[in-house]
C-alpha cells in the first residue's frame, strides 16, 4: 500500500439509505468503500474515444501475469495488494479486480474473455509461511464482467490500439463484515482469448509526472507465481529502472459502518414516522 495514496482513498458515506442497506447488502446498491486507484493516463484518447493505460517508459510492461492455465496444472499466478477499514468496519458486498488478455475484439468489446475466478481476503500480507493460512475469504462466484472503457497499450504505441481491453471483474463478497485493520486481497483469473489464448495480466495503478508522461505509483503489490519448473513464492513485484514497487487497481464495494451518532438519529427518524402513521 503506498500511504500517501490510499488515504485518501477511503470514502465513507452514512446516509439513512445506506443504514437500512445494511440489513442485507447487495452489490447493486453498494458503495465504494475503496479504489486503489487508476490505471487511465490519457483519458477519452483511446480508439472510440475510450480511455486509454499507457505502460511507463522506463517499465514497458502492460502488467504481471495472474492467470491460471486450465489445460496445465502447473501453471498459475496471482497478484495482490492491500487495503485499510477505517473504525467502524465494514461490510463488503463485492471486490472488483481488472485483467486484460492480448487478442482481437469488436469495437467496442461487448464479450469478455474472462471465465473463472478466484479472488481471496488475507489478513496478512500474503507470503509462503502463512499461505493459506491467513486466507479469511474466498469467492469464485462473478457478479459483473464487463469491459471497463480503458486500453492498456505499451509506451509509444499508437494510443488507438485495441489489443488489450482492460476488464473488470466484480467477485461476490456476500455481505462479509470486516473489522477495522489492515487487509490483502489476491486476484487469480482464467479465461479464453477470442484467438484461443489462455495468459494474461493484470495492469498496474499508473500517474502522470510534470511533463506528462506516464508513470508507474510506486507501491507494495505482490505476485505469485508457479511453473512447471516449481513455485517461485510469493514476493513484492518491482520493475522497471529504477527498479520500484507497483501498485495493482481494485475496488472495494459494500457499506460502512454508521458514524458515531448516526444509528440513533436513524432510529428518531424511524419513530416519529412511526407516530405519524398513528
Not at 474472462?114 to 475469504?137: E, H, K, M, R, Y
Request: aromatic share 8%; charged share 10%.
Amino acid at each position: 500500500m503506498s500511504k500517501n495514496l490510499k488515504s485518501r482513498n477511503v470514502i465513507v458515506v452514512v446516509s439513512a439509505t445506506v443504514l437500512v442497506a445494511g440489513l442485507g447488502v447487495s452489490a447493486a446498491s453498494a458503495d465504494v468503500l475503496w479504489n486503489n486507484g487508476s490505471m487511465v493516463t490519457r483519458p477519452g484518447q483511446g480508439l472510440g474515444g475510450a480511455d486509454v493505460s499507457e505502460a511507463s517508459q522506463s517499465n514497458n510492461r502492460v502488467g504481471i501475469n495472474s492467470f491460471r492455465v486450465p489445460s496445465n496444472g502447473l501453471q498459475d499466478a496471482k497478484v495482490a495488494d492491500d487495503f485499510t477499514v477505517p473504525a467502524g468496519g465494514w461490510t463488503v458486498a463485492g471486490i472488483t479486480g481488472y485483467a486484460q488478455m492480448s487478442s482481437s475484439y469488436s469495437s467496442p468489446p461487448s464479450v469478455s474473455p474472462i471465465t473463472s475466478v478466484l479472488f481471496q481476503l488475507w489478513s496478512a500480507s500474503p507470503s509462503d509461511a502463512n499461505d493459506p493460512g491467513a486466507v479469511i475469504a474466498s469467492s469464485t462466484t462473478i457478479l459483473s464482467n464487463e469491459w471497463s472503457g480503458v486500453y492498456r497499450i505499451r509506451n509509444g504505441f499508437s494510443v488507438t490500439t485495441s489489443n488489450l481491453p482492460v476488464w473488470a471483474v466484480t467477485a461476490d463478497f456476500g455481505g462479509l463484515t470486516l473489522a477495522p485493520g489492515n487487509y490483502w486481497v489476491s486476484f487469480n483469473f482464467q479465461g479464453t482469448s477470442p484467438t484461443g489464448g489462455t495468459t494474461g495480466t493484470t495492469p498496474f495503478v499508473m500517474a502522470i509526472d510534470g511533463t506528462g508522461a506516464p508513470v508507474n505509483v510506486d507501491g507494495n503489490g505482490r505476485e505469485w507465481t508457479m511453473t512447471s519448473e516449481g513455485t517461485s513464492g510469493w514476493s513484492q513485484t518491482q520493475l522497471g529502472t529504477p527498479v520500484q514497487g507497483v501498485e495493482y487497481p481494485f475496488i472495494v464495494s459494500g457499506t460502512p459502518a454508521p458514524a458515531p451518532g448516526a444509528a440513533t438519529l436513524l432510529g428518531l427518524a424511524g419513530l416519529a414516522m412511526a407516530r405519524r402513521r398513528r
